[in-house]
């Protein structure tokens, strides 16, 4: 009688069990626990009338701790409770106390990069390979003298707007700086994304002219990642520089559409007011009435200055940098003017 009520027990099991998963363990397993089961009495068998097939049967029921859950999930507890190696920052320099390590399902790894020293390189948002020594013997006093109409438009609509740029920021340099390249960063991205998309509508190289002008920007961003080094800008600043980016972009967008050539002429004259503001910024420091405190980590890596530059170091190779941004934009509205394209001229790629 025992015998048949286990055997109704295990085979209600089977039957519960057959809609259910595939096999948790191996057939040959279940054969050795089988058998030893039946052995030691726990069954009570008559190994003459049952097989050893129907032991098996039997003993297939579920197992405490079988998978319930997928892999996937199981597999994403792991990944979070796994410590993995830091990987740097996103921005600025590796090391920092806010620094966050990545983890990535694309399996993307870190890239080490490091100088030609071969200690490590400590900035992600540029590489060694993108730094450069700037050419400080540029001709600072060339100006374009507005001849044409669109000449005059273009540099009566700079004179205009460095107006209320000395009323508001007076002798505030540091903070003048910061507006002055959050204005200068935005030209050379709209006439870079304008031509590139002119590029993928006819089918046609742009000369260079894309990349030259992503470069400008570039330059200009890494102008405003300096300042903001060793210049706290206040909160209306940072609310003036929302609306003042607002517009000009804007503007500026519908300009270049419009006219390219009064959009470059534009670009020119911010330029040459950019040499201009930079020049009295030196002026000031050597006054001493700006403290010249020693550079910015980032500017002596970006700019390979000197380990023990200082910021007139830094404004000295700012204002090279705008030089060269206006030369090239002068250059590129003379181009419009003769009835040429860009692409027709091969763009001053690398002109620091």
Request: aromatic share 10%; proline share 5%; with cysteine.
């Amino acid at each position: 009688m025992m015998s048949r009520g286990v055997t109704r027990v295990v085979r209600s099991l089977v039957v519960r069990q057959a809609a259910g998963p595939s096999r948790y363990f191996s057939t040959a397993t279940v054969r050795t626990a089988a058998s030893e089961a039946i052995g030691a009495g726990m069954f009570n068998v008559n190994p003459g009338k049952v097989s050893e097939r129907a032991a098996v049967t039997w003993m297939r029921f579920p197992v405490m701790g079988a998978r319930n859950c997928a892999t996937v999930a199981l597999d994403a507890k792991a990944q979070k409770e796994e410590k993995h190696a830091d990987t740097g920052s996103i921005g600025g320099a590796p090391g920092a106390p806010d620094d966050k390590s990545i983890v990535s399902y694309w399996g993307i790894p870190p890239e080490k990069v490091t100088k030609e020293d071969g200690t490590e390189w400590r900035w992600t948002c540029f590489r060694p390979w993108e730094t450069y020594k700037s050419n400080l013997s540029i001709d600072l006093k060339k100006h374009h003298v507005p001849s044409t109409f669109l000449d005059k438009v273009a540099y009566w609509t700079v004179k205009i707007l460095r107006f209320p740029t000395d009323i508001f920021f007076q002798r505030r340099y540091g903070c003048r700086a910061m507006m002055l390249e959050t204005v200068a960063a935005v030209p050379g991205m709209v006439g870079g994304m304008l031509l590139h998309c002119k590029s993928l509508r006819r089918f046609e190289h742009s000369g260079g002219w894309i990349k030259t002008l992503l470069e400008e920007a570039e330059n200009e961003r890494m102008h405003l990642m300096t300042f903001m080094e060793v210049s706290n800008p206040r909160w209306y600043e940072r609310a003036l520089v929302f609306a003042v980016q607002g517009v000009f972009f804007n503007a500026y967008f519908v300009a270049y559409l419009i006219s390219p050539k009064l959009a470059h002429r534009v670009v020119g004259y911010l330029e040459e007011e950019a040499i201009h503001s930079y020049t009295e910024f030196l002026a000031e420091l050597d006054k001493g009435n700006i403290k010249n405190v020693p550079a910015p980590a980032i500017a002596i890596d970006y700019w390979r200055l000197p380990l023990d530059a200082t910021l007139r170091d830094v404004v000295l190779v700012v204002r090279a940098d705008e030089a060269h941004h206006r030369d090239v934009n002068h250059f590129a509205s003379d181009i419009h003017y003769q009835g040429l394209e860009l692409k027709e001229s091969p763009a001053p790629l690398g002109y620091h």
